[in-house]
């Protein structure tokens, strides 16, 4: 699937296929290392969601929203928040937040790659499965875990 | 005879570093991108031939955009070197390929230098120059600055291949289509006299990579190939060629282990985490200054006693009483009264010194990049902000790098107010006198105050500039690199330097002039000298801030350099560091100090500054500008913040 380079998750990667800029700054984002074949990962996120940190083999660029719009890149599996999903089957990617937050999940048995089972969303309030237990999260929360999808 | 040999390469990989080795300089090095931005020579020496080495800003591609990566390129078109040094990064070798090949394209004579290799191979990554070597026919050498790795094999190639003087052919094997169009585009070039010395195959490529913009192609030639070529469709193929090219080299030169820097990257999400970024450096702010008055202070407590010392042995021993006073009051009073807070400063040149060598710069850039916008400003600007710390004249000169004329011009007059450390002497014999007991939090409270005002600054000049080229703001993160204390003790000791030199230079001349407005024209009646009749004329604007004739004197001495305001104080109030407090409190009441500390944070750049201001204008009009434009400012706050402190003191 292609998307955009700000649509991608923190932890997530994805292949550069194409830049959409007029030639000159084209050029020098290929300069500086974005090109086209290379792989992607977004490494870090700044307090408003923009500008990202992107990291190309060992060098870590950071670009604006704005510009990280007009670079495509190809994600083979598609992560998403737990905000966004649809009821199906998930495996957990990543849980963003602070410790605590993580240790109040993996109390619930909700760690990085268990499985869960959503069953349905409504508005942002997401109610979920894992281990025979139901749980719901709010907005908030839910925001913060991020999922892959699993062939249903 | 001379050899000129360059030294290029992407920014921040280490040519700076090189250079200082080779040419045994202590040029300007750290570790965020675009610390050089002006053409910097040396000389050296090597098998009896004399060498001129020129290190350049770095540059990405050939297509520059701001003013520093101009320099570079202007210099790769129009000189001759007789050698090349590209200064590639082990760790980013892709990238910097693309950059050699546009130089190899130009027919240049080059010498791949791969540097920091010591990280690769901390890394587990192995490189195999002789396989880059044979492909591209250059000389490849793997080095290491740090580690003074491969220097020698360098300098031995450098020698060679300028001694060669003929450049090997390399014949890349383009595409079909690509070759016939530097076929047919050298050919026209034959009817074009003017450009018979310049490489023909090279001045092809250079209009497919970057079109007509940068180089004075004839109008008709431009048509002609237009109308031949598919531009576009053959710049695609070409760049796709290289790209292919390039990768295949590293692939058969590289192999990699990938062991990870766990630690790096873990402090790497500390430093650009949301919250705890910026907070980490509040907090070391804080911290750093805990430490000036309570680590530094008892030691320059000690040099005051030193020159005490020296002043009683002198006192009395010259037999012309105004040379003993000249001597004793003035020189070694002054001077003195500058000299004893190197301490302090060292501290903060230190703290300063691990910010710009940690990496921690660009990633502050990247934490406040949104929030700066709201002023017309960029990550990038505040990096120049937090250099201002230091010294505004770096500061203004680091600005260089932004391409953005606009956001420049409007940093370039706003600069002045981040609070340098010639403004701490001020600061901490009024802090250290009226605010004893909270004194890290009121300086502190001071630099953030300085950051704002450095914002709103920025945000209002911008009207007066027409809108600049927008460009996308892009920066790299440099590698977390820990400081080694050499390279820490040697920024401290370049700033320091300075530093002392301003104190054997301007400020003992400003000394100088102090005392004898203060000495004459009543023989060391200081009441009744010049300084006290042109510090009264201007006491009607002042006096309703509680400054009286002794402080405005002051105050227009420290127009030369901010840390005569100390200085001239010791001198008009006779006094050393430990009798200052008690001879301030008797002028001054702790309203009146803490507008005054605000003013000397705003008002009147040092001439230094001013001189860096009217270069990089270029404009007197702006200089001028400037002068008015800080004094008023200065004025209204001190003002302000009187009328505030009135409310809370
Ligand atoms: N580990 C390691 N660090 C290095 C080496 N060479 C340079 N550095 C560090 O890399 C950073 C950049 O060095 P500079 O010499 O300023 O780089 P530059 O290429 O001149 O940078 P610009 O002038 O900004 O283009 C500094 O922090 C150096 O200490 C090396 O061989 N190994
Ligand atoms: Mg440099």
Known sequence: MIIPLSSLKIGMNGIIIRLEFEESIKERFIAMGIIPGKKITYVHESPFGDPMVFKIEDNKIMIRKNEAEKIFVDVTEEILSLEESTPGV??????????????????????????????????GKVSLKVNNKTITFGKGRSKKILVKKLNK | MTFEIAIIGNPNVGKTSIFNIITGSRQYIANWPGVTVEKKVGSFKYKGHHFKLVDLPGIYTLSAQSDDEKVARDYLINESPDAVVVVAD??????????????????????????????????????????????????????????????????????????????????FIYTESINSFIEHFSNKLEEYDFLKSYDKRWLALYYLEFGSKNFHYPETLIEDINSQFDINKLKSEFMNWKFSFISSIIKSSVIEKGRSWAMRDILDHVMTHKVLGLLIYVVALYFVFSLTFNIASPLSDLIDIGFNYLGNFFNGKIPIPWLNSLIVDGIIGGVGGVLIFIPQLFVLFFFMGFLEESGYLPRAAFLVDKLVRKFGLSGRSFMS??????????????????????????????????????????????????????????????????????????????????????????????????????????????????FLEKAGGIILIATIFIWLLSYFPNNNDISHSYAAYIGKFFEPITLHLG?????????????????????SYMTILNVGQEGITYALQDILTQRSALALIFFVLAYIPCFATLSVIRQETNSWKWLFFELFYTLTIAYLIANFVYLIGGIFL
């Not at chain 2, 880059?132 to 291949?161: C, F, Q, R, Y």
């Not at chain 2, 009024?430 to 007991?437: E, G, M, V, W």
């Not at chain 2, 400054?547 to 200085?567: C, D, H, P, R, Y």
């Open chain 1, 90 to 123: 998930y495996k957990i990617f990543l849980i963003k937040g602070g410790l605590f937050f993580r240790k109040e999940l993996e109390n619930l048995n909700i760690v990085n790659g268990s499985i869960i089972n959503v069953i349905n969303n409504h508005f």
């Open chain 2, 90 to 171: 082990s760790l980013n070798l892709e990238r910097s390929m693309y950059l050699l090949m546009q130089i190899l394209e130009m027919n240049l004579p080059a010498v791949l230098a791969i540097n920091s290799i010591d990280e690769a191979q901390s890394k587990g990554k192995i490189i195999n120059p002789s396989f880059i070597s044979k492909t591209l026919n250059i000389p490849v050498v793997l080095t290491s600055a740090k580690k003074l790795i491969g220097i020698d094999i360098l300098l031995e190639s450098i020698h060679k291949v300028a001694e060669k003087k003929s450049i090997p052919v390399r014949n």
């Open chain 2, 385 to 498: 902000i937090i250099l201002g710390f230091g010294c505004s004249v770096p500061a203004i000169m680091s600005t260089k790098t932004i391409a953005n004329k606009k956001e420049r011009m409007a940093l370039i007059l706003s600069i002045p107010f981040a609070s340098c450390s010639a403004r701490l002497p001020v600061y901490i014999i009024l802090i250290s006198a009226f605010f004893d007991k909270n004194a890290a939090t009121i300086l502190l409270f001071v630099y953030i105050s300085s950051i704002l005002l450095v914002l709103l600054s920025a945000k209002i000049l911008q009207i007066f500039f027409i809108k600049g080229e927008e460009v996308p703001f892009t920066i790299e993160l440099p590698r977390f690199r820990m400081p080694t204390f050499r390279n820490l003790a040697l920024y401290s000791w370049n700033r320091g330097k300075h």
């Open chain 2, 547 to 567: 400054w009286n004739w002794q402080t405005n004197i002051s105050l227009i001495f420290g127009a030369v350099a901010k840390e005569v305001v100390a200085s």
